[in-house]
């Protein structure tokens, strides 16, 4: 069919020759025209959303180069091999470049060669920088990443703050600047930082309904954790985060041990053993990453099925974004946490201890407090979550509560009885000590201090060691009693104990359950439906695929995405018309690819 103007390529079609993908998702559409049209936008997707097509599109649509600004030197280079693999014009400026390389570079940019350009922020704030770009033609900024000015956020880079810099010097050149970080706070400073009052927002909804969010009560944190990854994910790619360098290889030796293919990650590493490690967990099937969350940013790994925290992050922002990692693929994916009472414990000593300003320890207990209400909720995960962000949701369906509601109790004499033990044994005792006296154990400790003498001695033989453990965390979780960091986890009352122990103050509490009982409906993701015929053509399929990445020096992904290869198994096409069909293969994956595929598919 004759097209009118067919020399100018609408975003329709960039979209299914360039990127192979049949139509817009979501927003997507809606921004692309605004920045085509030369207007800003302010871009606030869950991870997995689809962000990058927001600037790359109309990077191709617009005359000139689209210049983007990535935090993170490994992503930028996953993402220039991404464009280059479909054909796209691009190149990156940063400091893994030799002088030469750089200068070829900056000249292709002059000469307007590049459709896209990758820049570290420290870069493009330089002023040799910034002269080149005025000499050059320009599409557009992008700012990945954005919430990297909020100066309160975990990942600030100072060097973000200059990007006001863009708006003053290229004032007719649109800005769209792209972040997963929802909060209304880090959306205001993204704003006025990086002078968007103008910006159209484009604000999708944060939910991952893909994404099972379950947090447990932790009591052996290492075998619940290789028991959920037995029955939930064998030999599927995970990712376990761990607060301390150390609990990170040990758990990682461990799992190893048990059976699963386990690396470690954290930042006192050696490098090559650490990019080595980061590499295998990206390019290898089923490989669990167990990390520090300096194994964060830049993690673009579709496949990702599972994301586990044997220790409790610092906060919502910090646990979204983690999790988020896990299936932006979209198919089902799981969330799981341990948690218990040294982590409130521990999480709250940070603070304290910490040299901060008052500000800053104020502002990070109140984000500790959201996460705390979240993991003790008896509601629904994901609303909790949603409503941390601002939007509002129903019950999911998806979540440990949702799936298994928990029963609450009326828990006011119970802890009646724990802070009244706490004061009588005078405000010195952790809670495994205090749980032996309500429950009456005698033991050599307990004789030499007299306390069988108490009144509150055995007065709660009724409930079992866990119970009161739960309780012991809610009480010190809802500030109802605290830790007395000098005197090695010593448990005293607050000013909140009070109205509790006086009976004017009832407290309905959530009740552990028994066993974690999943959801009775186990959830299949795409490739356990296939049949035998397309799983032998599934392993053919990746086996070409890892030959292909290790030969290129690319990340499998970047040669075709999982979903790709299953819809090539399951679809099996014998010809280019049926390959063409199929979902990721733009023109020039067929041309480059479509010949091998049919001859291994042909098999
Ligand atoms: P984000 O940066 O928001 O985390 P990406 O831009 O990396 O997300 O996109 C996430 C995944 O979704 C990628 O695998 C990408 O290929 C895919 N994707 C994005 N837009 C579309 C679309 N319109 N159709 C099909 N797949 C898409
Ligand atoms: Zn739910």
């Not at 590049?114 to 040799?128: F, H, M």
């Not at 896990?326 to 414990?345: C, H, I, K, N, S």
Request: net charge neutral; with cysteine; aromatic share 6%.
């Amino acid at each position: 069919m004759a097209s009118l103007n067919a020399a100018a390529p609408d975003a329709l079609s960039v979209l299914r020759r360039t990127f192979g993908h049949a139509r817009f998702r979501g927003p997507q559409e809606e921004i692309v025209r605004q920045v085509t049209e030369g207007g800003d936008a302010l871009v606030l997707m869950p991870t997995g959303g689809g962000k990058s097509l927001c600037y790359q599109v109309p990077a191709l649509l617009r005359p000139g180069t689209g210049v983007v600004v990535s935090p993170l030197i490994a992503l930028m280079q996953d993402q220039v091999a991404a464009m280059a693999q479909l054909g796209v014009r691009v190149a990156a400026l940063n400091s893994s470049l030799d002088a030469g390389q750089a200068r070829a570079t900056e000249r292709a940019l002059v000469d307007g060669e590049l459709d896209l350009l990758y820049v570290a922020p420290e870069r493009l704030t330089t002023g040799r920088c910034l002269d080149l770009l005025g000499r050059s033609r320009l599409a557009l900024f992008a700012i990945d990443e954005a919430h990297c000015v909020s100066q309160w956020g975990h990942d600030f880079r100072p060097e973000y703050l200059q990007l006001s810099v863009l708006h003053e010097r290229f004032a007719g050149v649109p800005r769209v600047a792209l972040t997963a970080t929802a909060d209304p706070q880090t959306r205001a400073e993204i704003i006025s930082r990086l002078c968007l009052e103008d910006a159209r927002i484009f604000l999708s909804s944060f939910d991952r309904p893909n994404i099972r969010y379950t947090i447990v009560d932790k009591l052996e944190a290492r075998d619940q954790l290789l028991q959920f990854i037995r029955s939930e994910h064998p030999d599927e790619a995970g990712i376990v985060y761990c607060q301390s360098r150390r609990r990170v290889e040990e758990t990682a030796v461990w799992l190893r041990s048990k059976g699963v293919r386990a690396l470690a990650y954290h930042a006192g590493m050696d490098a090559a053993e650490r990019s080595g490690n980061q590499s295998r967990f990206r390019d290898e099937d089923g490989i669990v990453m167990v990390a520090t969350i300096a194994f964060g940013m830049g993690i673009d790994k579709p496949d990702v099925r599972f994301v586990a925290h044997l220790d409790l992050p610092r906060s919502i922002e910090g646990y979204y974004q983690e999790t988020g990692r896990a299936g932006r693929d979209g198919e089902p994916a799981d969330a799981w946490m341990a948690y218990g009472l040294t982590d409130v414990v521990q999480q709250r000593r940070f603070i304290d201890q910490s040299e901060a300003s008052e500000e800053f320890k104020r502002i990070s207990s109140a984000k500790l407090e959201a996460l705390l209400g979240l993991c003790e909720t008896a509601g629904c995960r994901r609303v909790r979550l949603l409503e941390y962000f601002g939007e509002g949701a129903a019950g999911c369906g998806n979540c440990d509560t949702c799936l298994n509601p928990p029963h609450t109790w009326d828990a006011t004499e119970a802890a009646q009885k724990a802070l009244s033990t706490i004061y009588r044994t005078g405000q010195r005792f952790g809670a495994g000590y205090l749980i032996d006296v309500l429950r009456g154990q005698t033991n050599e400790r307990v004789e030499r201090l007299g306390h069988q003498q108490l009144k509150v001695f055995g007065l709660g033989a009724d409930i079992d060691e866990r119970a009161w453990r739960a309780l012991f965390r809610q009480l010190v979780a809802l500030r109802l009693a605290e830790v007395d960091h000098e005197a090695y986890g010593a448990l005293r009352l607050t000013e909140e104990s009070r109205p509790v122990l006086k009976g004017e103050q009832r407290l309905h509490l959530r009740q552990v359950v028994d066993r974690e009982r999943r959801g009775t409906q186990k959830r299949s993701s795409a490739t356990t439906e296939l049949g035998p015929g397309a799983s032998a053509r599934l392993f053919r399929l990746k086996t070409w695929r890892l030959e292909q990445a290790r030969a290129q020096g690319v990340p499998a992904y970047v040669i075709l995405h999982d979903r790709t290869l299953v819809e090539l198994a399951q679809e099996c096409p014998q010809d280019s018309a049926g390959l063409a069909a199929i979902g990721g293969l733009g023109v020039r994956k067929l041309e480059r690819y479509g010949p091998m595929l049919l001859e291994l598919l042909a098999q």
